[in-house]
Structures are given as structure tokens and as C-alpha cells.
């Protein structure tokens, strides 16, 4: 199994960076008061948008924001999504100890877990088999996300 670094910068949610051997291979910024974000990973950009106001549906564009390539649909707790993402179906859950991590996984098992520290969860990793870098983006958004949405409870 495959691991990468993630660590969050800033306020609570505003930036995240992917590292390879303290190399940046991807970069998520996000609205600290909005769900609104956008990222890059290893040539794939992707756009989270909200579809309105208090909708439970995040919408997954291109980074121009003409072709949708996905959507996110949370659960009421915000400690589970299902994903449908470039025709294919994930879901992501809140994972361990006070919820200190999540999990992405496709129809055939887990592709995707990711560890945050206890303490403050301002960073972890992303350990995974194979996975598309934009599976990384929306693991990492909806793991970002979690975290604001606790902040902000």
C-alpha cells in the first residue's frame, strides 16, 4: 500500500497540500466559509460547488466550471457521502477513534483511507492501492470539509 502526506494550512480549511517525499503533488483551497474549493493533483483540477444553499448535493466540475463530472451527495450527519464520480460510484465515510479519519471506497473495497493525527487533525495521509487523482481530490474535500463543518458545530 501507497502513502502521500496531507497537511491543512491557514484557517481551518482554506488550504490543503498532498506531499510525496516532502514533494507537493496536489493542492486543494477551499472557501473557509463556504463548500466552495477547487484542487489540482498530478494534472487533474477539479471545482466543488455547492448546488444551492443548504443543499446536501456538492456538484463536481471541471476546473472551468462548464462540465460536470460528478456529484456528492452528504448524509445528514456529515459523516458520510455517496460519490458518483466520472460514472463511477464511491462512498466515504468518518472512520476511527473520534472520528480521526475517513474512508473512500468503490463497489470492490476500499481504494482510498485517510489518517488524520488526534490531536488537532491539521495533517495525515492518504494511503491507497491505485487510485485516480481526482478520487484523492474528493477524499481529501470531503475530509477537509468534515473537519470545518466539526469546527463550525
Do not use: C, H
Request: charged share 30%; net charge positive; no cysteine.
Amino acid at each position: 500500500m501507497d502513502t502521500l502526506k496531507w497537511r491543512l494550512k491557514g484557517i481551518p480549511g482554506s488550504e490543503a497540500v498532498i506531499l510525496q517525499d516532502r514533494l507537493l503533488v496536489g493542492l486543494l483551497k477551499a472557501s473557509p466559509w463556504s463548500s466552495s474549493a477547487y484542487g489540482e493533483m498530478r494534472g487533474r483540477m477539479l471545482r466543488f460547488d455547492r448546488k444551492s444553499f443548504g443543499s446536501a448535493t456538492i456538484l463536481i466540475r471541471s476546473i472551468e466550471g462548464d462540465a460536470e463530472r460528478g456529484r456528492i451527495r452528504l448524509g445528514l450527519s456529515g459523516s458520510r457521502a455517496e460519490i458518483l464520480l466520472d460514472g463511477s460510484k464511491y462512498s466515504w465515510k468518518k472512520v476511527g477513534w473520534l472520528n480521526s479519519g475517513s474512508v473512500l471506497e468503490d463497489e470492490e473495497g476500499e481504494v482510498l483511507r485517510i489518517t488524520g493525527d488526534r490531536f488537532l487533525g491539521r495533517s495525515g495521509s492518504l494511503q491507497f492501492e491505485y487510485s485516480d487523482p481526482a478520487v484523492f481530490l474528493v477524499g481529501l474535500y470531503l475530509e477537509v470539509q468534515a473537519k470545518k463543518w466539526k469546527a463550525y458545530r
